[in-house]
Structures are given as C-alpha cells and as structure tokens.
T-cell receptor, first 114, second 116 residues
C-alpha cells in the first residue's frame, strides 16, 4: 500500500519568514495530493491540493510543488503569520480507482514566533 | 464544516464494552470515512464507504465495525476487541468524483475516546 513520509516533524520560524514542509510517497500511481491544516483540538481543514498533471499550484501565500519523478511534494508558506501556527498534514491518494481514501503523513507542527 | 456532525465530543469506554461513535452528514456526499488520530501522529484509515450498503476495511480495521444503511450516516463501533482504543476519531466525507477526479474530503469535529 501507499506510504507517505513527512518532514520535519516540528518547524519554528520567525514571523515573516518562509516555511517549507516536504513529503515523499511510495506508490507511483498516486495522483492526488492535498494538504490539511489542523489547529489544536479542531478538525483538519483543506488548505490546498494538487494533481499529478501539474507541477505547482499557488493560492496567495501558500504554494505546493510536485515532483512526480522523485515522488515528493512540498508545501511552501511565505510571509508567515502567527495564525499559521498549527499542525500540517500532507496526504496522497489515487484518483479513478476503487480506494479514494487518503494516506496521511505524520504531520508537521509549525510554530510562527511573533 | 458544519455539514458533518460527530457525536459525542467525548466518550469513555469501560473494560469489555462496545461503544458507538456517530457521524452524520447533510452534504449529500457519497463517500464517508473513519480515521483514527493518535497524539503526534497522522490520521490512519479505519473504514471507508463509497456508497450506501457497502464499506471496505482500511489500514487498521481490527477491533472496529461500521454500517452504512443510510447515505447520511456512517456510525463506527469500537468493540472490546480493540485493546487500545484511546484516540481522537475523525469522520470525513467527500462527493462523488467528477470525471474521475477525487474531490476534497471534509472532516467533522471529532470524538475523543478514552478508557475508564
């Protein structure tokens, strides 16, 4: 089955700096890669996703890049703000197949220092 | 998302007891999922259902059971066979894929289960 590894497990940055979180996946057939943000005690919220037919996607201060050959994808947050502090999860799944459920990484706790 | 309701928010299980976690959605989504989250870890798939009256085991189904008798509801039973049930349980749903493309999963607020 699919295995997703996520690094780093914790990340501390100064407000205004950029943050990068990286994930690798094992199943070359995976083609859908969402990122979720989870604040303490709350539900995960989708912040951005990317499909394997594109290499990069941006939404304001957030961007995701995908390298299919190397089987890794990354989340980039620019101009970080204290409210960006949360746990971020990457995930992978295969579209167009029976199992649409996600395989998640282990999470990255991002702390933005004011 | 307000369209997915999990209850209760907190649940305590006694030794040898089965407990059922509720998940209801009014988003008209076809697929529903149950994930388990342990401290400092990612979400692991317990069971999923892509259509009414059908469900599939996920990666950690042992000690759990589900049913999908209605589109809106996907309850999870944690049986006495699950020896380490203490965790945060998250239910999610997603619409039918469009032209083969997966649609994002939306999560409920979760149920925190503890052993007495």
């Amino acid at each position: 089955g699919e295995n997703v590894e996520q690094h780093p497990s914790t990340l501390s940055v100064q407000e205004g700096d950029s943050a990068v979180i990286k994930c690798t996946y094992s199943d070359s057939a995976s083609n859908y890669f969402p990122w979720y943000k989870q604040e303490l005690g709350k539900r995960p919220q989708l912040i951005i996703d990317i499909r394997s037919n594109v290499g990069e996607k941006k939404d304001q201060r957030i961007a995701v890049t995908l390298n299919k050959t190397a089987k890794h994808f990354s989340l980039h947050i620019t101009e970080t703000q204290p409210e960006d502090s949360a746990v971020y999860f990457c995930a992978a799944s295969k579209e167009g197949t029976g199992r649409r459920a996600l395989t998640f990484g282990s999470g990255t706790r991002l702390q933005v220092q004011p | 998302d307000g369209g997915i309701t999990q209850s209760p928010k907190y649940l305590f299980r006694k030794e040898g007891q089965n407990v059922t976690l509720s998940c209801e959605q009014n988003l008209n989504h076809d697929a529903m999922y149950w994930y388990r989250q342990d401290p400092g870890q990612g979400l692991r798939l317990i069971y999923y259902s892509q259509i009414v009256n059908d469900f599939q085991k996920g990666d950690i189904a042992e000690g759990y059971s589900v049913s999908r008798e209605k589109k809106e509801s996907f309850p999870l039973t944690v049986t006495s066979a699950q020896k380490n049930p203490t965790a945060f349980y998250l239910c999610a749903s997603s619409p039918r894929p469009r032209t083969g493309l997966n649609q994002p999963q939306h999560f409920g607020d979760g149920t925190r289960l503890s052993i007495l």
